[in-house]
């Protein structure tokens, strides 16, 4: 009987140990990480890789040459204190988010026409005319976008950016000028280059990766 029993906890524990290997990715992130999986602000996100080995790249983002201007390729560096980061950057701010961090925001600065193909999940759209007064950004516009999103504060008149968050930007990729249009814009209205990050990648890389996107 006690042999049996062991027998049968032999068994389980191999079972176990077969449904843990099934459940590995064969296509990780890292490492030590296959995927990312949280909450933010109530809605479920999950960061993984295609797991077809042979998927190629998405064809909205195989095109090696586009008009320049305006898809010009964009230095490493914006601007002076704004870091320019990576895929696993990216990812953990989006971990820090979903731990219940409010003081960070993942923005996709391009128009809605390229957010309706697929976008980072976790972020919200931005597009880069929204902010400029040149194109669709009204002095009232902006000065509610300042305050209702990107938590500052107005005080006598002026801008106070204490308390302001985070932003984490990325548009089509390193020749797209969408998100440092955006970053350039709101350097230009006094927000401190050290509270802007720059995926300067954006959704070149993150395609060519076989991250997942999501369609609002």
Known sequence: MKTARLAAFALLGLACAMQAAADELAVGITRSMDKFEGSIDGKPVTIMRNQDQSATVNPAFAKTSRKCPPFCIQPMSLAAGVETIGELELIDYLEKMAAGNKEILLIDSRTPDWVARGTIPGSINLPWTKLNPSKAGDPLSIAEIFTGTF?????????????????????????????????????????????LKWYRGGMQDWEILGLTTVTP
Do not use: H
């Open 151 to 195: 938590g500052v504060t107005e005080f006598e008149g002026l801008w106070d950016f204490r308390d302001a968050k985070t932003l984490v930007m990325f548009c089509n990729g390193m020749w797209c000028g969408q998100s440092p249009a955006n970053i350039r814009t709101l350097l230009r209205f006094g927000y401190p280059a050290d509270k």
